[in-house]
């Protein structure tokens, strides 16, 4: 440490001999100083202030029909992105900046230099943005402001239109897509459905259910085919034991009218197809039946008659009696042969379905698992189908809603305007910094000639830099002249550094003066 404090104290000497060239230096670069402070060209700052108003009645109107925007985040994106060079070359456009413009490298280093020097300053919290520039012409200034605000407000939220349409294209062409999708499975289930008509049913039964239904009604048309037929055979064995009266013959070549067996059978028949016909429809089997029988009973009536026009002349006809219980029981017989026709009609019908349906059921399996997946892929498209529809009128309904007014609103609270003194440089904390650089320089060249021309000031240090070994030290004594001539050396000294400092000082008070009096 000592060793440390011994080469400074050697150092302070050698910079002290050569104080009169530091001074020389200083007062030199305090004037190159304050010559450069005074002579830095005043720049002139405009300003606008700008608050985007978020709040807009139609976002709580809209809630659920359109997506709602996030215009806080989207203002914030756009205060970004507001310097970005397309936006500067705009600028320098509207400001006509351009015009001293040569080539384009110096429209280039101009676009550059905008970005760099213009501000936005902005409070997230309250939409309360700053766009402030400064340049040397105030004028100049303020157009760039005035550019500067109409960019930011024109191209509020101006893109989002953009990305809309985009997004809409996109679900229109998804639409479009799955629109096809859905009128292939709709024909496929069409297909199906139409190749299965037997599973459809109104009721909602399952085929199980039908199946037990045909059973139940076939063991019911059994039942009542043999009530009918107990009862058909009961009238046959009272037919057998009923005395048929006495017999008349028939005069030769007389045909004879029809029996009255097949009369009453035919006129029974008639009224059993009136009373179904009141009930069903001309396909129900039971109608069917009774059309057939009666048909049948016709051909038998007609082909009777036919064979007895054939009788030969002078044989006996046999005519039966007119006895009123046989004839009761033929027309009871006759209702009964009907009914009976009708009850095996039905029977044989509803065998025929139960047994179509017990064949169908062994294939149930499979085909409500292909029904299964052609729904769920018609399910499916379905609902992809109409997320997409709703979604593309969301996207329409977000779109006017964004390009609506009132969605954010730009309001200029302060235009574009310039402060009518400068704001830079700030001479008061530039010229302090004149003097300090004056001072500096003059140390450095103090500390410089020292260096150059060395000069030892005790023996060690000579012992030390020589190498050599000190014999001994010859002393000097300084005369009363040489005292008069280091005062009066040390006196001019400390005149041109307080000199320097009061000149600085003045300088700095005049300054100051001017700047705080009113323009």
Do not use: C
């Amino acid at each position: 440490m000592d060793e440390i404090l011994r080469q400074v104290r050697a150092i302070l000497r050698s910079m002290w001999r050569h104080r009169h060239l530091a001074m020389i230096v200083t007062w030199i670069a305090g004037a190159i100083g304050a010559v450069v402070v005074m002579s830095v060209p005043d720049k002139y700052e405009a300003s606008a202030r700008i608050y985007v108003d978020t709040q807009s009645i139609l976002q709580p109107l809209m809630a659920g029909l359109a997506v709602q925007p996030n215009v806080e985040q989207q203002v914030m994106m756009l205060s970004r992105t507001l310097l970005s060079r397309p936006n500067m070359e705009k600028l320098v456009r509207m400001a006509d900046l351009d015009l001293g413009s040569k080539d384009k490298a110096e429209q280039d280093a101009l676009v550059d230099r905008l970005t760099k020097q213009i501000q936005v300053r902005g409070n997230a919290r309250d939409n309360l943005y700053t766009l402030a520039y400064r340049d040397t012409v105030p004028d100049r200034a303020k157009r760039v402001v005035q550019a500067l605000t109409s960019i930011f407000v024109e191209s509020s939220l101006g893109d989002k239109r953009k990305d809309t349409d985009t997004a809409k294209k996109f679900i229109d062409e998804q639409i479009r897509g799955y629109e096809k999708k859905l009128e292939e499975a709709e024909a496929r289930l069409k297909d199906f459905k139409l190749r299965n008509l037997e599973l459809q049913t109104a009721d909602g039964k399952s085929g199980v259910d039908r199946l037990s239904d045909i059973g139940n009604q076939l063991n019911t048309a059994k039942l009542a085919l043999r009530e009918v037929e107990n009862a058909r055979d009961a009238i046959k064995k009272q037919l057998a034991g009923e005395d048929a009266g006495t017999t008349t013959e028939a005069a030769p070549g007389d045909p004879g009218s029809p029996t009255p067996e097949l009369d009453a059978r035919i006129d029974a028949m008639k009224r059993n197809l009136d009373s179904l016909l009141q009930r069903y429809t001309e396909q129900h089997p039971d109608v069917t039946g009774a059309r057939r029988v009666l048909k049948e009973l016709e051909d038998q009536r007609k082909q009777e008659i036919a064979t007895r026009k054939k009788v030969v002349p002078g044989a006996p006809a046999v005519v039966v009696s007119s006895n009123p219980v046989f004839q009761k029981l033929k027309i009871a017989l006759g209702e009964n042969e009907a009914q009976a026709a009708s009850l095996r009609a039905r029977v044989a019908e509803y065998e025929a379905r139960y047994a179509k349906l017990r064949e169908m059921l062994k294939m149930a399996p499979q085909l409500e698992a292909e029904l299964a997946q052609l729904n769920r892929d018609y399910e499916i498209n379905k609902k992809n189908f109409e997320s997409l529809v709703s979604r593309r009128e969301s996207a329409s309904m977000t779109g006017e809603l964004e390009s609506a007014s009132g969605v954010a609103d730009f309001r200029l609270i302060d235009p574009p305007r310039v402060d009518p003194a400068p704001v830079a440089p700030n001479r008061l904390a530039l010229l302090p910094g004149g003097l300090v650089f004056g001072l500096i320089a003059g140390l450095l060249a103090s500390f410089v000639a020292a260096q150059v021309r060395p000069v030892f000031h005790d023996g060690r240090t000579l012992s030390e830099a020589t190498g050599l070994p000190l014999l001994g030290m010859v002393s000097f004594s300084q005369t009363a002249d040489d005292s008069r001539k280091a005062r009066r050396s040390l006196y001019r000294f400390g005149t041109a550094l307080a000199g320097l400092f009061l000149v600085y000082g003045i300088g700095f008070a005049v300054l100051y003066i001017k700047l705080q009096s009113p323009a």
